[in-house]
């Protein structure tokens, strides 16, 4: 048994490392076409790409993990099916469950592991990566600049572009605002086009304007009370000269980042999360308390000069007037039936302001709750995602360890293809249900959980086929169960058609 599990072993490590640098390698060619050019265009030097590489590639690993097990482990199964290896171990009454018992201790160690890489590593290498992409896009801020995206990198300035030419480096469509005098949007420059350079000592980017206007919001005038709304300047050609950032690649405090949630372990997530329930939840309660005392505590002229009014209103309530009796007190109706009609419209009228204040006001507080409530759900995923794509290897193991032994097929063909498309159908659900847990249309835990759960019971099953040498599918069972389904509903299909025929025939 112990030449077994070593042959079952050594098929399984070699593909497994193989699997694994391919799967790092194809998911960080998403970030390397993203980014490169970019990187490359900012003259930095070759060891800080490939820093940030490398801190990207630790990022991507508790997601290449288990795409490299559901890969090694159909190669591995297929190749011992297709060699009648695995035929021979099962006519000699080896169970395929004592076959894979030491792959199963050896993914049981690799989830483990991938727990503890995502608790103690990943954290320091978000927070490495995250502080080194931050120096880096400060250093040449005129190449951050995107296509209809304000950009903020210069300070007291928003900048943004309808269109650019890459070989040229002529923009189109500038639209600048200045925000130097923190009054708003008071200034404003659009032109059709222009160009950026910084200067050979890179304190300056002068940016070159064509053809376009200056608009600037006037004050009244107080000497002779006249309003002049706006100005109006145009030119053909302007010169604009920005005062850079210190673009020297500095390093920047990773205090920075550090509350955020992708930068923290288990612990520091669950103490972060306690935070924010707790200020959310008393956030909750007091905008509930603040409307309960806006439009169900009113009071007379005579306190509104008093310290404590509402509050010594309310104590003289509660301590003469049990909280049952409150609304037995006054027959509101039977009051607003004595007004006058002139009265009765005034009440109205405040009714229906006060409604509408109070409708604005929920409306306001709605959005400030719904993004607290956002970035409590993203920690409480961080958390989850410890444990959930750790266990998705162990669950991916279960489902290619048994499709490689029903398919029978090793190679990097039909394994690789069928390992893809699970893989697919495994990322669209987890990243379903995040969004779906992020926008509170599911619980979080379900949200976090959601590809692990439907993806285990599936292993669970082809498992059971694998054991029982059976089909995935049976044909003929399906067949039988269709000839079963159509002579249940024939007769009733045949009565249906009688009906129509002699209601149409009378």
């Known amino acids: ?27 960080l060619m998403q ?32 997601m ?71 120096d880096v896009s400060r250093k040449r801020p005129e190449l951050n600049i995107k296509t209809g995206i304000f950009n903020t990198d210069i300070d007291g300035f928003s900048i943004k572009i309808d269109d650019k030419d890459q070989n040229t480096g002529m923009m189109y469509g500038f639209m600048i605002y200045d925000h130097l005098k923190q009054k708003g949007n008071k200034e404003v420059t659009v032109a059709d086009s222009g160009e950026m350079s910084v200067t050979a000592d890179n304190k300056n980017m002068i940016v070159t304007l064509y053809n376009g206007n200056n608009y600037s919001d006037l004050k009244e005038d107080k000497k002779t009370k006249k309003e002049f709304p706006y100005r109006n300047d145009n030119f053909t050609k302007q ?42 939840k008393s956030r909750v309660n007091s905008f509930q308390n603040r409307l309960a005392e806006n439009n169900y505590f009113k009071y007379e002229k005579k306190y509104r000069n008093s310290k404590d009014s509402l509050k010594k209103i309310k104590d003289s309530i509660r301590r003469y007037v049990s909280p049952s009796k409150l609304s037995t007190l006054k027959n509101l109706d039977s009051l607003y039936e004595q007004m006058p009609k002139s009265k009765k419209l005034k009440v109205i009228q405040e009714a229906i302001s006060s409604v509408k204040k109070t409708k604005q006001k929920i409306s306001n507080n709605n959005q400030s709750l719904t993004n607290r409530l956002k970035w409590l759900t993203k920690h409480q995923l961080a958390w989850y995602k410890k444990f959930s794509l750790s266990f998705a290897c162990l669950v991916f193991f279960f ?108």
């Open 399 to 506: 489902v290619g360890a048994p499709l490689g032994a029903i398919i029978r097929k090793g190679g990097f063909g039909l394994p690789i293809l069928v390992s893809v498309v699970l893989f697919i159908i495994y990322y669209i659900l987890y990243v379903s249900g995040e969004k779906a847990a992020t926008e509170n249309a599911l619980p979080v835990f379900v949200g976090a959980w959601l590809s692990s759960g439907v993806l285990f019971p599936f292993g669970v099953f082809l498992t059971y086929k694998a054991t029982k040498d059976a089909k995935i599918i049976n044909i003929e069972s399906v067949f039988e169960l269709f000839e079963k389904v159509k002579k249940i509903f024939k007769p009733i299909i045949k009565s249906q058609i009688k009906v129509n025929d002699n209601i149409t025939n009378s």
């Open 31 to 62: 970030f390397i076409w993203l980014w490169i050019e970019d990187l490359i265009g900012k003259g930095l030097d070759w060891l800080i790409i490939l820093r940030i590489l490398f801190y990207a590639a630790a990022m991507l690993v508790p």
């Open 64 to 134: 290449a993990l288990p795409l490299a097990v559901l890969l090694a482990s159909v190669m591995t199964f297929g190749n011992l099916g297709e060699h009648f290896e695995l035929t021979a171990m099962k006519s000699s009454g080896i169970s395929l469950w004592r076959i894979m018992s030491s792959l199963i201790f050896l993914m049981i160690a690799i989830s483990i592991g991938a727990f503890y890489f995502s608790n103690y590593v990943l954290p320091y290498t978000n927070i490495r990566y995250a502080t080194l992409l931050y």
């Open 1 to 27: 048994m112990k030449k077994i599990h070593s042959l079952v072993l050594k098929s399984f490590i070699g593909p497994f490392f193989v699997t694994f640098a391919i799967s790092i390698f194809f998911l």
């Open 239 to 280: 010169t604009i000269i920005f005062e850079l950032p210190d673009i020297s690649m500095k390093k920047s405090d990773a205090s920075l980042f550090e509350k955020h949630y992708e930068i923290m372990n288990t612990n520091q997530l669950s103490i972060a999360i306690d935070s924010l329930e707790r200020e959310y």
